[in-house]
């Protein structure tokens, strides 16, 4: 899902890990700041981005909206900095904040706008590059992939047309409550919408 989004718009695919470091891949994710999602959209963010939240539904938490939204910011911080670093930068801090920084500095590569920028956008890019790292020579060190504790569903859409409880879904689908919520992240209520 990562790759074919990072690939239609562009992005490098190293980005796919960068929801490793924004969240664990957990898609209910939510920051002390209020971000929420595989990646951590702040509200208004995720809402320039077409992400909807209401009392029944947060979007930043979909899986496939989300990484659709990240990939289009992606696209459009590279086209203010031009720099992928600098986009990673930018991702974490804002870019009017980054863009601030660069001004007051002079400086527009981010290996030297480092040490200018908060404790936490400079060790943004770090931690990156090291997720990167180990997503790809985890096997050298020795470390092996742990299988999933829950069984993978075969998945299919289905569309309603009025709004139905967890439970009758369930009852009607012969599906558990637990699963059909873990399938549905981006629903904060036991009822659909």
């Given amino acids: 899902m990562f790759e074919s989004s990072l690939d ?15 969240s664990a891949l957990n898609p209910r994710a939510r920051s002390p700041s209020g971000a929420k999602g595989l990646w951590q959209f702040m509200y208004l963010t995720g809402k320039q981005y ?7 539904l947060d ?22 900095f031009g720099d992928w670093n600098l986009v990673l930068a930018a991702y974490n801090g804002g870019p009017g904040y980054l863009s601030r920084t ?11 706008l480092r040490p200018y920028l908060r404790r936490e956008t400079r060790g943004y890019v770090p931690a990156f590059i090291a997720v990167n790292y180990v997503m790809n020579y985890y096997k050298d060190y020795g470390i092996e992939a742990e299988a ?9 859409t289905i569309t309603l047309k009025t709004q139905i409880e967890f439970g009758v879904l369930s009852e009607l689908i012969c599906l558990p409550k637990e699963i059909i919520a873990q399938l549905n992240p981006s629903i904060t209520k036991d009822v659909f919408p």
């Fill in 102 to 112: 660069m001004a007051k500095t002079g400086l527009y590569d981010y290996w030297q």
């Fill in 59 to 80: 979007e930043r938490q979909d899986p496939y909206k989300s990484t659709e939204a990240a990939c289009q910011y992606f696209a459009k911080l590279y086209e203010m």
């Fill in 8 to 22: 239609k718009y562009n992005i490098p695919l190293e980005f796919k890990y960068l929801a490793i470091v924004e």
């Fill in 148 to 156: 999933p504790k829950t069984t993978l569903y075969k998945t299919d």
């Fill in 50 to 56: 077409n992400l909807n939240v209401t009392s029944y």
